[in-house]
């Protein structure tokens, strides 16, 4: 295929009236960038050096590579461009010349490389991108890797612009490809305006879904109810504070007893004024039976006062509630 | 048991017990030199447990035969021996360990018995006080109707007086047991649940009644009974539903034919939770208030847990106030508040267990 790309080389290159260029057709874009005022300005100010490459279909041209030059000289007023037409090319190898002129310029966005995945794929004699071109391209040629990319571009815009700009990652978004997909657009929209990390995203949809697994209710029931489609429609207020309190919504659902006992926990060991100097944790998820009692001093006085400290402790019923009592800290657990 | 496939070690072909089973169920016998050729083929299908359940491979165990119960850290084993026939089951439980314990799980028969009575014949010398199961890796029924495995276990555990074979199994298949002559060495033992979890967790087993109405039949001909309330599945209004399953179990059984009965809440590892979602998509156990038990596996909140044993010994003991009821893989604080005392009290679970087998199977150590 290589070689008869290099043929293909043997491009003509010509001024077109750009009123013979269908812009609207899209079928080789790979950009995701749809901007080109900066373009304009290097136009201006440097001249077009690369020409976009079209090819004739009909009585026009469509473009294969340079979508934003010639959005920008039709903005810029210009009634024709110079341009290299690829002739009598086939979809392949229009599609091969547009993904190398891209990938080659700059690395590809995931987004991108979805994009350019699916074309070759739908244009590929036999359906199937050999894996030299794919390699040559520098594209994903591990069959796992490249379902999960073609997958990408097919997802809903917000999902996509979620990708773009950062805030969610490939793994996340082949999470939220899974779901229905105003769902996933809900998602999408709620970490795009609060930019948890991956692990608290995962987290959010995870509680979402067990949430309405276990009470047979609809997911975007649960979003509703624990007012995630407010946060996504109100400005303002720190946005970790909103994760957090998130969280801690979708966590008291989803784990009512544990939650309990952990506030239960809380509420005792306030009771105990223990200080900055003197730590006192629960086993981890109250399983074991083993608490960990954490002691910061510097000098030998702070000893002596944490050492009476710790006498007061040990005469403290809520602490003896906490390490002896019936249920052991968790009894409003059990009788809840 | 529908098998599409049945392979045959080639060590062991021409074996009568492979013809048997080509008969049985009506396919070819498959000749392989190795185990990976029958792996590849589950391996290869779209849902490779399920398709492990349709594949059989008569082949020899390369390992022990008898092997001490794993257990787990942290919480009380019951000392238990696993008698290891074979693996995986025909049946389709959601909660299956066993769905991520073979890579890829596989219907094995193994066919080197006498090297399992050596070894059996090894632990009777001991004369010691043994509790055996076959209804670790597998059901141990499933395979009566084509194997008389369980005929042969159960002669040569009534040949001697130190050992009980307990027969675990979600089946109604004891007919062929019931006139053995058996001297109470065997207790014929039942996992039992509400109807709700069988239904919708228990593909392909019999119905509570059937396995009440086996052990029943069980009980007329001698057998000693045993029961196991494991896992236990606990979600909203469970405690009513095992009240109610205690009340059949005991409208069916007299309470003086059960060894023991055993509680234990559901349990798994990890990574089960997503074949559970991916095979299981109506099941909602994955759902409970799960947490991350000591030994790496996930399990109910503690109180939780607490509640439901208590509940449900609480409902046993008021028909059988004497039986004797444990919990499996539980620690002492759980014990002490679920049923009043920790197996330390008592000598130690695997001692209570002995005893308990000791008074109802007539078992007598020669030490």
Same mark, same amino acid.
């Given at each position: 295929?290589?070689?008869?790309?290099?043929?293909?080389?043997?491009?003509?290159? $010509?001024?077109?009236?750009?009123?013979?260029?269908?812009?609207?057709?899209?079928?080789?874009?790979?950009?995701?960038?749809?901007?080109?005022?900066?373009?304009?300005?290097?136009?201006? %100010?440097?001249?077009? %050096?690369?020409?976009?490459?079209?090819?004739?279909?009909?009585?026009?041209?469509?473009?294969?590579?340079?979508?934003?030059?010639?959005?920008?000289?039709?903005?810029?007023?210009?009634?024709?461009?110079?341009?290299?037409?690829?002739?009598?090319?086939?979809?392949?190898?229009?599609?091969?010349?547009?993904?190398?002129?891209?990938?080659?310029?700059?690395?590809?966005?995931?987004?991108?490389?979805? %994009?350019?995945?699916?074309?070759?794929? +739908?244009?590929?004699?036999?359906? $199937?991108?050999?894996?030299?071109?794919?390699?040559?391209?520098?594209?994903?040629?591990?069959?796992?890797?490249?379902?999960?990319?073609?997958?990408?571009?097919?997802?809903?815009?917000?999902?996509?612009?979620?990708?773009?700009?950062?805030?969610?990652?490939?793994?996340?978004?082949?999470?939220?490809?899974?779901?229905?997909?105003?769902?996933?657009?809900?998602?999408?929209?709620?970490?795009?305006?609060?930019?948890?990390?991956?692990?608290? +995203?995962?987290?959010?949809?995870?509680?979402?879904?067990?949430?309405?697994?276990?009470?047979?209710?609809?997911?975007?029931?649960? #979003?509703?109810?624990?007012?995630?489609?407010?946060?996504?429609?109100?400005?303002?207020?720190?946005?970790?504070?909103?994760?957090?309190?998130?969280?801690?919504?979708? $966590?008291? $659902?989803?784990?009512?007893?544990?939650?309990?006992?952990?506030?239960?926990?809380?509420?005792?060991? +306030?009771?105990?004024? #223990?200080?900055?100097?003197?730590?006192?944790?629960?086993?981890?998820?109250?399983?074991?039976?083993?608490?960990?009692?954490?002691?910061?001093?510097?000098?030998?006085?702070?000893?002596?006062?944490?050492?009476?400290?710790?006498?007061?402790?040990?005469?403290?019923?809520?602490?003896?509630?906490?390490?002896?009592?019936?249920?052991?800290?968790?009894?409003?657990?059990?009788?809840? | 048991?529908?098998?599409?496939?049945?392979?045959?070690?080639?060590?062991?072909?021409?074996?009568?017990?492979?013809?048997?089973? @080509?008969?049985?169920?009506?396919?070819?016998?498959?000749?392989?030199?190795?185990?990976?050729?029958?792996?590849?083929? &589950?391996?290869?299908?779209?849902?490779?447990?399920?398709?492990?359940?349709?594949?059989?491979?008569?082949?020899?165990?390369?390992?022990?035969?008898?092997? @001490?119960?794993?257990?787990?850290?942290?919480?009380?084993?019951?000392?238990?021996?696993?008698?290891?026939?074979?693996?995986?089951?025909?049946?389709?439980?959601?909660?299956?360990?066993?769905?991520?314990?073979?890579?890829?799980?596989?219907?094995?028969?193994?066919?080197?018995?006498?090297?399992?009575?050596?070894?059996?014949?090894?632990?009777?010398?001991?004369?010691?006080?043994?509790?055996?199961?076959?209804?670790?890796?597998?059901?141990?029924?499933?395979?009566?109707?084509?194997?008389?495995?369980?005929?042969?276990?159960?002669?040569?555990?009534?040949?001697?007086?130190?050992?009980?074979?307990?027969?675990?199994?979600?089946?109604?298949?004891?007919?062929?047991?019931?006139?053995?002559?058996?001297?109470?060495?065997?207790?014929?033992?039942?996992?039992?649940?509400?109807?709700?979890?069988?239904?919708?967790?228990?593909?392909?087993?019999?119905?509570?009644?059937?396995?009440?109405?086996?052990?029943?039949?069980?009980?007329?001909?001698?057998?000693?009974?045993?029961?196991?309330?494991?896992?236990?599945?606990?979600?909203?209004?469970?405690?009513?539903?095992?009240?109610?399953?205690?009340?059949?179990?005991?409208?069916?059984?007299?309470?003086?034919?059960?060894?023991?009965?055993?509680?234990?809440?559901?349990?798994?590892?990890?990574?089960?939770?997503?074949?559970?979602?991916?095979?299981?998509?109506?099941?909602?156990?994955?759902?409970?208030?799960?947490?991350?038990?000591?030994?790496?596996?996930?399990?109910?909140?503690?109180?939780?847990?607490?509640?439901?044993?208590?509940?449900?010994?609480?409902?046993?003991?008021?028909?059988?106030?004497?039986?004797?009821?444990?919990?499996?893989?539980?620690?002492?604080? &759980?014990?002490?508040?679920?049923?009043?005392?920790?197996?330390?009290?008592?000598?130690?679970?695997?001692?209570?267990?002995?005893?308990?087998?000791?008074?109802?199977?007539?078992? @007598?150590?020669?030490?």
């Amino acid at each position: 295929m290589a070689s008869e790309c290099g043929e293909a080389a043997a491009i003509d290159p $010509r001024v077109v009236p750009l009123a013979d260029i269908d812009l609207g057709d899209e079928r080789f874009r790979i950009t995701t960038q749809r901007e080109s005022g900066d373009l304009q300005a290097s136009i201006r %100010r440097f001249g077009l %050096r690369t020409p976009p490459l079209v090819t004739p279909v009909g009585a026009g041209f469509i473009i294969v590579n340079g979508f934003r030059r010639v959005s920008a000289c039709r903005e810029m007023g210009w009634k024709s461009t110079p341009a290299r037409v690829l002739p009598t090319a086939s979809a392949y190898e229009c599609a091969l010349t547009a993904v190398a002129e891209n990938s080659l310029e700059r690395p590809l966005n995931l987004i991108e490389t979805s %994009r350019a995945l699916n074309l070759l794929e +739908q244009t590929a004699p036999e359906g $199937r991108i050999p894996d030299a071109d794919a390699s040559a391209l520098g594209l994903p040629t591990h069959p796992s890797v490249a379902v999960r990319l073609k997958l990408l571009c097919r997802m809903p815009v917000d999902v996509q612009d979620g990708v773009l700009d950062g805030t969610i990652s490939f793994a996340m978004a082949c999470e939220l490809s899974r779901l229905e997909e105003d769902l996933g657009i809900a998602f999408a929209s709620l970490f795009r305006r609060l930019k948890p990390s991956l692990n608290k +995203q995962r987290e959010i949809v995870s509680l979402v879904s067990e949430i309405a697994g276990r009470e047979n209710v609809d997911p975007r029931q649960v #979003l509703e109810e624990c007012g995630l489609t407010q946060v996504i429609g109100s400005p303002g207020t720190d946005r970790n504070q909103q994760i957090h309190g998130i969280r801690r919504q979708l $966590r008291l $659902r989803r784990f009512p007893s544990l939650a309990a006992a952990e506030h239960n926990f809380f509420v005792l060991r +306030q009771r105990l004024k #223990l200080g900055a100097a003197l730590q006192l944790a629960p086993p981890r998820d109250f399983e074991g039976t083993g608490f960990t009692l954490a002691l910061s001093f510097q000098t030998i006085e702070e000893v002596v006062h944490l050492r009476a400290k710790l006498d007061e402790l040990i005469d403290h019923p809520d602490f003896k509630t906490l390490l002896t009592g019936k249920g052991r800290g968790f009894e409003k657990a059990l009788d809840s | 048991m529908k098998i599409a496939e049945l392979y045959v070690d080639a060590q062991l072909a021409g074996r009568p017990e492979a013809e048997a089973a @080509s008969r049985r169920f009506k396919v070819p016998i498959q000749t392989v030199g190795s185990a990976q050729e029958v792996y590849a083929s &589950v391996a290869a299908a779209k849902d490779p447990i399920g398709r492990g359940k349709h594949v059989l491979y008569l082949t020899r165990n390369r390992g022990a035969f008898i092997k @001490s119960c794993p257990g787990t850290h942290h919480y009380t084993c019951c000392g238990y021996k696993i008698l290891h026939i074979g693996t995986f089951c025909s049946m389709d439980c959601s909660y299956c360990i066993l769905q991520s314990y073979f890579h890829p799980p596989v219907l094995q028969y193994f066919l080197n018995h006498d090297e399992m009575d050596q070894e059996l014949e090894q632990l009777f010398a001991t004369r010691a006080i043994h509790r055996l199961g076959t209804g670790e890796f597998t059901d141990s029924l499933i395979w009566e109707p084509w194997t008389h495995l369980s005929e042969r276990l159960i002669r040569k555990f009534a040949g001697q007086d130190g050992c009980v074979l307990e027969l675990k199994t979600k089946t109604a298949w004891v007919d062929s047991l019931l006139d053995l002559p058996h001297r109470r060495r065997t207790i014929l033992a039942w996992s039992l649940n509400t109807d709700e979890v069988i239904r919708t967790d228990e593909r392909g087993t019999t119905s509570l009644d059937a396995r009440l109405k086996a052990a029943a039949r069980g009980a007329d001909h001698g057998y000693p009974l045993a029961f196991h309330f494991d896992p236990i599945v606990i979600a909203d209004g469970c405690e009513a539903d095992y009240r109610r399953t205690v009340e059949r179990l005991f409208a069916a059984v007299d309470p003086r034919h059960i060894v023991w009965i055993s509680l234990g809440a559901l349990r798994f590892m990890p990574e089960l939770k997503t074949v559970i979602r991916q095979r299981f998509k109506h099941s909602r156990i994955v759902y409970g208030e799960f947490i991350g038990g000591l030994d790496g596996k996930m399990r109910y909140f503690k109180p939780l847990r607490m509640r439901a044993y208590r509940d449900i010994a609480a409902a046993i003991r008021a028909v059988a106030p004497g039986i004797c009821i444990y919990l499996c893989m539980e620690d002492d604080e &759980v014990w002490e508040h679920a049923l009043g005392f920790q197996p330390a009290q008592r000598g130690g679970l695997s001692r209570m267990l002995d005893e308990a087998a000791v008074r109802q199977c007539h078992l @007598s150590s020669g030490r």
